[in-house]
């Protein structure tokens, strides 16, 4: 099983709809992700979390550190947010700093 | 304030050459890390460098992997006899000094290795 899961792994939306994936974790964390890639590009780093919520133009991410939990909300989705979404998390303690990503999940919004 | 450059963009090879992939970090941050998504899979963990050590290599292959991020000039994943295997998209990230705390890291766009 992995430590990192996000659901769903493929959505699809019309233009205007409200989106939310999911993440879940089984390991302690000192901070949580979220990314964004687009076909054959880069990654954006759109999120970084270790408690509450933050809210960035159009998209919000929430965590809940008792239920390992995280969630990205997209509001007024447009064809432009068609991109994977990737939830990485730091795991806590040690001095590494290295991530562990989810599989992500393809969004597609539909004009 | 340019952000983490990667070369080249994309890098073909044959079986059995070696693969150089080059990546400067954001001006000011001294971390270093190396990601590699194959193909349908989701991004792994390779290494993390600061300038001049290796901190976590726990990522890397045991063999024909090799990662630096020397004083001066670009870390460098060297990828000894490449095979087929190797075809994936390589990222890397800087962060800033631990000093200022644990900070988002920065990705660049990848480098996407090929092999013939």
């Known amino acids: 099983k992995n430590e990192v899961e996000q659901s769903p792994q493929n959505l699809t939306a019309q233009e205007g709809e409200f989106i939310t994936i999911n993440c879940s974790y089984s390991v302690g964390i000192s901070a949580l992700h979220w990314l964004q890639q687009h076909p054959g590009g880069g990654i954006v780093s759109l999120f970084m979390l270790s408690s509450g919520k933050k809210k960035h133009g159009r998209l919000i991410a929430t965590i809940n550190i008792q239920e390992k939990h995280s969630s990205l909300h997209i509001t007024a989705s447009h064809p432009r947010d068609s991109a994977v979404y990737i939830c990485?998390?730091?795991?806590?303690?040690?001095?590494?700093?290295?991530?562990?990503f989810g599989t992500g999940t393809l969004l597609a919004v539909q004009p | 304030n340019a952000g983490v450059m990667q070369n080249p963009r994309h890098l073909v090879r044959r079986r059995g050459q070696e693969a150089r992939l080059r990546c400067s970090p954001m001006?000011?941050?001294?971390?270093v890390y190396w990601y590699r998504q194959l193909p349908e899979e989701g991004l792994k963990f390779m290494v993390y460098l600061q300038k001049e050590n290796i901190i976590d290599e726990s990522g890397m292959p045991k063999e024909r992997f090799s990662a630096e991020f020397p004083k001066e000039g670009p870390s460098i994943l060297r990828i000894q006899q490449v095979v087929r295997g190797d075809s994936a998209a390589y990222f890397c990230?800087?962060?800033?000094?631990?000093?200022?705390?644990?900070?988002?890291?920065?990705f660049g766009d990848g480098t996407r290795l090929s092999i013939l």
């Open positions: 001006k000011g941050h001294s971390h």
């Open positions: 990485a998390v730091r795991s806590k303690g040690g001095a590494t700093n290295k991530l562990i």
């Open positions: 990230a800087s962060s800033p000094p631990s000093w200022q705390g644990y900070q988002p890291q920065h």
